[in-house]
Every structure is written in C-alpha cells, then in structure tokens.
C-alpha cells in the first residue's frame, strides 16, 4: 500500500471531524477546512491507488 493512499485516508478522518465539528459549533470557516481537508485525502488516496496499480499491487 503506498504512502499516499495512507496519508490521504487520515486526511479524509482529520476532515470529518474538523467538519462534523464546524457544524456543531457553528463554525463555517473549520466546517469548510474540514471539507477541504476530506478532498484533499480522496485526491491522495486516488494518487497513491494508481501508484499501486503501476506497481502491480
């Protein structure tokens, strides 16, 4: 599994949570961070699944 698919799966938690907490709170600024930060993890996670696929894994 290549590195890009983990850090992008961390990012996509870390994301979650900062946007589940910007809507509890209020908070439009964290809620749209989280929502960047969850983008941000699919486009690593899609990096590092067609690393692997070159790979063969």
């Known amino acids: ?4 698919r983990i850090d ?4 996509q938690a ?3 949570v900062k946007e ?3 809507k509890v709170v209020g908070d ?3 809620q749209t ?3 960047l930060d969850k983008a ?3 486009v690593e996670s899609a990096v590092g699944g067609a690393k692997d ?3 063969g894994k």
């Open 53 to 55: 696929t070159l790979r």
């Open 40 to 42: 941000k993890g699919q």
């Open 1 to 4: 599994m290549d590195k890009d």
């Open 8 to 11: 992008g799966a961390a990012d």
């Open 20 to 22: 589940t907490a910007g």
């Open 33 to 35: 961070e989280g929502t």
């Open 14 to 16: 870390k994301g979650a």
């Open 28 to 30: 439009k600024k964290l």
